[in-house]
């Protein structure tokens, strides 16, 4: 069975993005060190990618 994803990605009322992710969870955890601006720049080139 697979595990849930701990990743959540929510858009905000005025347009800017959160992250959350368990920080024990080893898909992610490479994630724990990174500043809020540098996981701010993956989400918006994520999206731009996707477009």
């Known amino acids: 069975m ?3 994803d701990s990743l ?3 858009q905000n009322k005025d347009g800017s993005y959160t992250a959350e992710w368990d920080k ?3 898909e992610w955890s ?3 060190n990174l500043t809020s601006k540098e996981v ?5 080139k ?3 990618f996707d477009k």
Not at 40 to 44: F, G, L, R, V
């Open 8 to 10: 959540k990605i929510n």
């Open 30 to 32: 490479w994630m724990n």
């Open 2 to 4: 697979k595990k849930k």
């Open 40 to 44: 701010q720049t993956i989400i918006e």
């Open 46 to 48: 994520a999206i731009q």
């Open 24 to 26: 024990q969870d080893p």
